[in-house]
Structure formats: C-alpha cells, structure tokens
C-alpha cells in the first residue's frame, strides 16, 4: 500500500539514514573497508519514504542502488560521513545502518606504494570517529530517536545491549552475522530490535519486511512523543 508522501505517519518528519561501507584509502588504488553490500540500509529509506518522511540517505560506495526519492549523499571515508551526517542535520531521527570501518591509514599515500620484494609496508592506522555515538551524545540539537545497528557473530544479545548502553542510542537492532546464518549479502535478516525496554526477536523475514516492521515502530515512536 503506497501512502501519498503527505498523508503518510511520517509525513512532515526527517529521518538521516547511513547505509553501506566507509572505504579508507591506503593508496589511490588500495583501501581498507567493511563488508557491506548496503541493502538493508536502503530498504530501511524506502520504507520510510512509503510513510511519508524526508530522507536523506547518506551512503558509502554500496552495491546496492540508493533509494529513490531521499536525498542522496555518496561519501567515501568514514570521516567524510560524520561530514554529511552533521550537514544533514537536524533530523527527528537517525538510522545507522553503514558498516564504518573502524580503522583508517593514518596517512593515506597519495601515490601507489610498490611491492618490494622482502619488505611489507607498515601501515600504522589511526581509529575513525564513532558517527552514532557522536549524534546520539549531542547535547543540542540530539535527534528524538537514535538508532544504530549492531553485526556481531558471538553473544549477540548481551553485545548489543552493552553496545546500546556505551553508544548511547535508544535502540540498536541486532543480528547474527555468523558466516553459517548466510544473512551477510543475503536478502533475508533476523534480527533482535533492544530497547530501554528490553530485547525483541523478530523472526527471520526479508530485508524489506524487516524495514517495513522498522520504520512503523519509528512513526509509533515519534507519534508518541509528539506535542
Ligand atoms: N558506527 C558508526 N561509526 C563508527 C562505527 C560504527 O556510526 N565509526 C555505527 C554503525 O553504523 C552501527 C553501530 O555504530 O549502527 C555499531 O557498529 P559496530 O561496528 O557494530 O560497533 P563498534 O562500536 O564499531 O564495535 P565493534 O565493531 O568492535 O563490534
Ligand atoms: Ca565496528
């Protein structure tokens, strides 16, 4: 069911969403990146359109076409990012669903660094600017609901909930990226949404239903807080 952008729950709402990888670059033509294909991020910004918010979508090089009708800004690195995302603000809400690199070179060469037999280059590496805990610790100007993703392999539940509380987000959606679930590049996604209520599981279902189901409780949750 398609809503009228301006009949939707949304409608008259921002919502930032990041989607896709950061690639660092270690040379003109060698970079450090996550694996990221950025098809739940995307879907994240359709299913919101459908209900009627402004979308800027704010995305790393992703295979994953952008979503029609949001604001696209392509960016590279992680730092260029926490550029846009800041740019893009204010925003009732802000989804974070790209796979920042955690690490960038800290001096990228600006010229190919040749291979010498017997000697490896040593890349000395510098940590990239957390962006969700940045927008979720403003003092001014903080969205009215932060959420961030959480990919883990191991103890997702108690990893995420830790994550939710150092990040200080309001809810962090969870999944399972164990090479053995298959969710990494595929279409589908399970994933547990935790908030300060506790954690939800959501059974197994479509990139895009788990967006749909997403976006929904979103517009609940602004509904509410509303006036
Ligand atoms: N994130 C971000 N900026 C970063 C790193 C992560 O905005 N520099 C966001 C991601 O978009 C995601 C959330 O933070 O919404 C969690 O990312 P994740 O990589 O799972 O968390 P980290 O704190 O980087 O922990 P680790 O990779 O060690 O598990
Ligand atoms: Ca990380």
Known sequence: RALRPDQGPLSGRHVLVTSGPTHEPIDPVRYIANRSSGAQG??????????????????????????????????ETAAEMLAAVEAALPADAAIFAAAVADWRVETAQARKIKKQAGALPGLSLAENP??????????VGRPELVVGFAAETDEVVSHATAKRARKGCDW?????????????GGTENAVTLITGEGAEDWPRMSKSAVADRLAQRLAEALGAGDG
């Open 130 to 139: 957390d962006i969700l805990a940045r927008v979720a610790g403003m003092a």
């Open 42 to 75: 995307t879907a994240i910004a359709e299913a919101l359109l459908r209900l009627g918010a402004r979308v800027t979508f704010v995305t790393g090089p992703a295979s994953a076409a952008p979503p029609m009708g949001a604001d696209v800004v392509k960016v």
């Open 172 to 184: 962090i959606l969870a999944n399972d990226v164990s090479p053995e679930t298959g969710i990494m």
